[in-house]
């Protein structure tokens, strides 16, 4: 290999890095969306409802990441949540 493609190459993962992919960005919705939804949780029992989701929503992220702990526990609080907003619901 020659330099000039070995700076290419380094040049190119560089590129690469400071890019976000498709689930990255999913994961970066999917938190942001439970953290906005659990600061407004007290102001209805629909925000409890969208934080169930954003859970669940973080859940499959992290199962397609491959990050299996983090998926299981974000499904147990979107049960978890599920729970809260069927209780405050009534």
Known sequence: MTPHNTRVT????????????????????????MLVCYALEDRSHRFILA???ACALGSVYGFLQGAWPFGLVEAVWAVVALRRWSVRRR
Do not use: C, I, N
Request: glycine residues 8%; charged residues 20%; without cysteine.
């Open 51 to 53: 934080f169930a989701a």
């Open 10 to 33: 380094m040049r190119a993962k560089r590129v690469r890095s400071k890019t976000m992919d498709g689930l990255t960005l999913f994961g970066l919705f999917a938190v942001t969306a």
